[in-house]
């Protein structure tokens, strides 16, 4: 496999992925203008159950089959690859089964363990939960698809069905939305449950595009086949046991953010002393409305520097570790130019941005404001955590990553009540940095020991850009002079301030980072990175 099909491939994915995930953030500005508090309530409850059940039942198995068949055919034995497919597509049906009726027989348990007191809202939590779980049966064998056409370096199927998948389930979701608020005058429970459902309708969409591309090449893929040079005779169980190895660290990944909503979800209504009215306006914030927000610098820092990752795997396995370490330096410089001042930006521009985009009625505003406020700066460690764990994929340390996610977790459970108690809707967010930020530890560590990578190179920069968003910073204090205030008096008026303070705030950083000469260096590593691909 060349160097330039494998960086087209991640460069298609790594595009894919962003459009999904970004289309994934936003709708629920939409969806919550329509459903308000009650419908993001009920889907983010169902959902966080649903995404942890969906990354075990499919056991990070993609992922694990494309690294697995990639290895395989690259030694000439196509074989092997299509006995795991065909074998694959078996056992992720069972598992589709299987966790399907977990999540839908386990739904009342499941909620029983949130302690919420309104027994119409433990009623509504289930339902949507088991209306969620329907796209369990059909989201892992879509799944296993995508993997086996990576392994063949085929990326187009993944990524055309990845953006089909989820433009399938946004707009079910806005379109079943306001059709049931504004056309049929129904309730925001009814939205949340079409909401849920999405879900399958989306899967669906996405299998279908599997499966139009498999009808398609499977003629060229048999040819392949025949064309084999060697065949290794693997038994199933050597087979699976090799696959376990590459899958678990993927799980470890996917589902660490949903881990520490699912911890906050369960801990909310037992450890934070507000009423229960409060505490469920506090909790949509934190895993969803506010959350999603967040999620914006990380998913575009992340798809940049993360399609580094080839390279990394490229230069790792030749030896060539000081290539590594600057592809290493690439990549942390990349993720820290976009996240830390779009973070602290959008921080210091909290209440605002709520006002604008949620809610602006004062008592809504202050609770979500202020969990904006303190949950924005969380991006970094989401984005370092989510960088350095690609890392360690690139130079085959992955195993790293699940050790650090379970001391990550661990800590992140005991401080929970402790910080709820002492620190109110902002402890959780608090308990999370700490949490992230052991985990980051220790895969900076791992990533020392490695490759011998000299985190001096990245600190120096990251002192200039830490400068530079202290100076954006006060620009948007500025604007905060002329207009009264951080806190909207209206929509219009937080409207004027985002936009101001977002160009000011970035003109100015980027003037600073063009003359001190960043600019230039993390551009010049963009087209380094393209020049490769050519």
């Known amino acids: 496999m060349s160097a330039s099909t494998m960086v087209r491939g991640a460069v298609i994915l790594t595009v894919a992925s962003f459009v999904s995930r970004l289309l994934g953030i936003l709708f629920v500005i939409p969806y919550n203008a329509m459903t308000g508090t009650e419908g993001s309530f009920l889907y983010q409850y169902a959902y966080t159950p649903y995404g942890i059940m969906l990354s075990v039942s499919t056991m990070g198995l993609p992922l694990a089959v494309s690294k697995f068949v990639s290895k395989y055919n690259s030694l000439g034995d196509y074989e092997s690859g299509k006995r795991l497919f065909k074998s694959g597509i078996v056992l992720m049906s069972v598992t589709g089964i299987v966790g399907f009726l977990i999540l839908f027989l386990g739904a009342p348990y499941i909620v029983a363990s949130y302690g919420i007191p309104d027994k119409s809202d433990i009623a509504n939590v289930i339902m949507v939960t088991r209306v969620v779980s329907i796209a369990i049966l059909v989201v892992p064998v879509m799944s296993l698809m995508r993997g086996y056409f990576q392994g063949f370096q085929s990326m187009g199927p993944t990524a055309v069905s990845q953006v089909v998948e989820q433009i399938v389930r946004v707009a079910f979701i806005l379109i079943g939305a306001f059709l049931v608020m504004n056309v049929l005058k129904g309730t925001a429970v009814t939205a949340a449950a079409l909401a849920t459902f999405a879900a399958f309708v989306g899967a669906v969409g996405g299998l279908y595009v599997m499966l139009h591309y498999w009808v398609r090449r499977r003629k060229y893929l048999d040819n392949m086949q025949q064309q084999r040079v060697h065949r290794y005779r693997i038994s199933y169980l050597s087979m699976y046991k090799e696959l376990v190895t590459y899958a678990v660290p993927f799980v470890a990944v996917g589902i660490s953010m949903q881990l520490y909503q699912l911890i906050d979800q369960a801990m909310a209504y037992h450890y934070l002393e507000y009423s229960g009215k409060v505490t469920k306006k506090i909790i949509t914030d934190l895993t969803m409305n506010d959350q999603k927000m967040v999620m914006i610098p990380v998913t575009l820092a992340t798809s940049l520097a993360v399609s580094a990752v080839p390279a990394i795997i490229k230069s790792y396995s030749t030896g060539k570790i000081t290539d590594v370490n600057h592809k290493i330096t690439q990549a942390f410089e990349l993720v820290l130019?976009?996240?830390?001042?779009?973070?602290?930006?959008?921080?210091?521009?909290?209440?605002?941005?709520?006002?604008?985009?949620?809610?602006?009625?004062?008592?809504?505003?202050?609770?979500?404001?202020?969990?904006?406020?303190?949950?924005?700066?969380?991006?970094?460690?989401?984005?370092?955590?989510?960088?350095?764990?690609?890392?360690?994929?690139?130079?085959?340390?992955?195993?790293?990553?699940?050790?650090?996610?379970?001391?990550?977790?661990?800590?992140?459970?005991?401080?929970?009540?402790?910080?709820?108690?002492?620190?109110?809707?902002?402890?959780?967010?608090?308990?999370?940095?700490?949490?992230?930020?052991?985990?980051?530890?220790?895969?900076?560590?791992?990533?020392?020991?490695?490759?011998?990578?000299?985190?001096?190179?990245?600190?120096?920069?990251?002192?200039?850009?830490?400068?530079?968003?202290?100076?954006?910073?006060?620009?948007?204090?500025?604007?905060?002079?002329?207009?009264?205030?951080?806190?909207?008096?209206?929509?219009?008026?937080?409207?004027?301030?985002?936009?101001?303070?977002?160009?000011?705030?970035?003109?100015?950083?980027?003037?600073?980072?063009?003359?001190?000469?960043?600019?230039?260096?993390?551009?010049?590593?963009?087209?380094?990175?393209?020049?490769?691909r050519l």
């Not at 955590?385 to 699940?402: C, D, E, K, P």
């Open 337 to 532: 130019f976009l996240t830390v001042p779009a973070s602290i930006g959008l921080s210091i521009l909290g209440y605002m941005v709520h006002g604008l985009l949620f809610e602006i009625k004062p008592e809504d505003l202050l609770i979500g404001g202020r969990v904006l406020q303190w949950y924005a700066p969380t991006a970094i460690f989401f984005a370092l955590f989510q960088v350095t764990a690609s890392i360690l994929q690139g130079i085959n340390h992955q195993r790293v990553t699940l050790i650090s996610l379970l001391a990550g977790v661990i800590v992140k459970i005991l401080l929970n009540p402790v910080f709820m108690k002492f620190f109110g809707m902002v402890g959780p967010v608090i308990a999370t940095n700490v949490g992230y930020t052991l985990c980051i530890l220790i895969n900076l560590i791992a990533i020392k020991k490695a490759t011998d990578y000299h985190y001096s190179q990245i600190a120096r920069q990251t002192v200039h850009i830490v400068g530079y968003t202290i100076i954006m910073c006060l620009v948007i204090q500025l604007v905060f002079l002329l207009f009264g205030g951080n806190v909207p008096n209206g929509r219009g008026v937080a409207f004027i301030v985002v936009i101001l303070s977002v160009l000011l705030g970035a003109a100015v950083y980027l003037i600073l980072a063009r003359w001190t000469g960043l600019l230039r260096r993390i551009t010049g590593g963009l087209r380094g990175r393209r020049d490769n």
